[in-house]
């Protein structure tokens, strides 16, 4: 008679989450104080933020004091993308839609590269994530709202400037 013994067999345990490499972008536009004190509170916020996640490691901290109208002459920005294209990033952490970039076009557009090398962007603020699948829609109008009230606010100061300097009353003049 045969063996009526029933021998288990134990799963496979399921695969652990992959190990995420961290990336934090922080920018402010100048080096005034306020800025300068803005920069260390969105460096600080975000790195507490995943000082203690298990599984996550902070690859690089990327810092800008520069203007977001455009990517190319942010050096560290464009670091963090190198360092995307070369795989070292999983997950790029930034305050903000308007702190990674105020035009919406070339926003989308690195978005859009760096999801191909399997790299998302967590905006703290907005509390948006790249891998939703609505999270572009919703950004792009985030971002092209930011740019047009950047645009008017930029508008509005140069008007200002102008009906001071035609009405005499500028204090531009009286500077050193």
């Known amino acids: 008679m045969a063996d009526k013994t029933v021998r288990v067999i134990q799963a496979a345990p399921p695969p652990l989450p992959s190990y995420k490499k961290v990336g934090i972008y922080a920018r402010v536009s100048t080096r005034s104080a306020e800025q300068m ?20 490691s902070i690859y690089d901290v990327y810092i800008d004091v520069m203007s977001g109208a455009h990517t190319d002459p942010r050096p560290a920005y464009q670091r963090m993308l190198d360092d995307c294209r070369g795989n070292k990033l999983d997950l790029i ?3 903000s839609i308007s702190r990674f970039g105020r035009n919406t076009e070339e926003m ?7 999801k191909q090398y399997g790299v998302n962007v967590y905006f703290q603020l ?38 001071k300097a035609e009405t005499g009353t500028s204090k531009y003049y009286t500077k050193p």
């Open 37 to 56: 004190n803005s920069l260390a509170a969105q460096v600080s916020e975000l790195v507490r933020m995943f000082r203690d996640v298990p599984l996550h």
């Open 126 to 163: 907005e509390n948006m994530n790249t891998s939703d699948s609505t999270s572009e829609h919703i950004m792009t109008v985030i971002s092209a709202f930011r740019e047009e009230e950047n645009r008017s606010r930029r508008e509005n100061v140069r008007r200002g400037i102008i009906q």
């Open 93 to 95: 952490v930034c305050k």
């Open 108 to 114: 989308l557009k690195t978005i859009r590269e760096i």
